[in-house]
C-alpha cells in the first residue's frame, strides 16, 4: 500500500482559489489512479475528481467540472487538484487516494489507501 499525506487546505472566501497537494510514499506511485473525495458535515463522502496512472484520463463530478483540475507529479510522488471559484457548499474535509486500477475512477471501493484529510472551508 501507498501512504497518503494531503495538505494546502484552510480558510477562504468564496471565488478564491486553493490548491491542494497529497504526497504519497513508496516507490510505486506512478502506477495508481489517484482520486479526491469530499466529506461535509452530515453528508456522505463523495467523488471530486480523479486522474489515471498515465495522467492521460482524468474525471470529474459535475459539481466542479470547469472549477476544479486534477494533475500529478509521479517524479515527486505528489497529485494536485487545483480549486478556482471556490463557493460555500464546496466546504467540506477532503481526501486524497490511490486505486490498485490504473483507471481514473469514480467508485470509492477501488481505492485501497487514503489520507487522513484536510479541511477545506469557503465562507459566504
Known amino acids: 500500500q501507498v501512504q497518503l499525506a494531503e495538505s494546502g487546505g484552510g480558510l477562504v472566501q468564496a471565488g478564491d482559489s486553493l490548491r491542494l497537494s497529497c504526497a504519497a510514499s513508496g516507490r510505486t506511485f506512478s502506477i495508481y489512479a489517484m482520486g479526491w473525495f469530499r466529506q461535509a458535515p452530515g453528508k456522505e463522502r463523495e467523488f471530486v475528481a480523479a486522474i489515471g496512472a498515465s495522467d492521460v484520463n482524468t474525471n470529474y463530478a459535475n459539481s466542479v467540472k470547469g472549477r476544479f483540475t486534477i494533475s500529478r507529479d509521479n517524479a515527486k510522488n505528489t497529485v494536485y487538484l487545483q480549486m478556482n471559484i471556490l463557493k460555500p457548499e464546496d466546504t467540506a474535509v477532503y481526501y486524497c487516494?490511490?486505486?490498485?486500477?490504473?483507471?481514473?475512477?469514480?467508485?470509492?471501493?477501488?481505492?485501497?489507501?487514503w489520507g487522513q484529510g484536510t479541511q477545506v472551508t469557503v465562507s459566504a
Open positions: 487516494a490511490a486505486s490498485f486500477l490504473p483507471v481514473a475512477t469514480m467508485t470509492p471501493g477501488r481505492y485501497t489507501s
